[in-house]
């Protein structure tokens, strides 16, 4: 994940507008069609959103993928937002530095009002 472009504050039931560059540093695509997942964590309080993302068209090189996000209308204060590939059990690691939690990687905060 080279970049994730998204608002640092909305108020609860916003729509968030998310722009990711994502560089596939590998030789090939991957194989399984994995759902990218976002979400907003504040400790145990989750939301999850499976984007439409095909994962299987992500080539090597540069993929610049652009979803959006509805924020709950009961989320309220400062909260982490993640992505990851995962199906189950099964998770693909982004090759990052990034922050890691159970194979999704924190892009940043976002602020609820």
């Not at 982004?94 to 976002?110: H, Q, R, S, Y």
């Given at each position: 994940l080279r970049r994730?472009?998204?608002?640092s504050?909305?108020?609860?039931?916003?729509v968030l507008?998310l722009?990711f560059?994502?560089e596939?540093?590998?030789v090939?695509?991957?194989?399984?069609?994995?759902?990218?997942?976002?979400?907003?964590?504040?400790?145990?309080e989750?939301?999850?959103?499976e984007t439409?993302?095909d994962?299987?068209?992500?080539?090597?090189g540069?993929v610049?993928?652009?979803t959006?996000?509805?924020?709950p209308e009961?989320?309220?204060?400062?909260?982490l937002?993640?992505v990851?590939?995962?199906k189950?059990?099964e998770?693909?690691y982004?090759?990052?530095e990034?922050?890691?939690?159970?194979?999704?990687i924190t892009?940043?905060?976002?602020?609820i009002?």
């Amino acid at each position: 994940l080279r970049r994730a472009d998204f608002p640092s504050s909305a108020k609860a039931g916003d729509v968030l507008h998310l722009g990711f560059w994502i560089e596939n540093v590998g030789v090939a695509p991957i194989y399984h069609k994995y759902p990218f997942i976002v979400r907003i964590r504040r400790g145990e309080e989750c939301y999850e959103n499976e984007t439409d993302a095909d994962v299987t068209e992500w080539l090597p090189g540069d993929v610049i993928y652009d979803t959006t996000f509805t924020l709950p209308e009961n989320a309220k204060g400062e909260y982490l937002l993640e992505v990851g590939l995962k199906k189950g059990n099964e998770t693909v690691y982004f090759a990052t530095e990034a922050e890691e939690n159970n194979g999704f990687i924190t892009v940043g905060l976002v602020d609820i009002g």
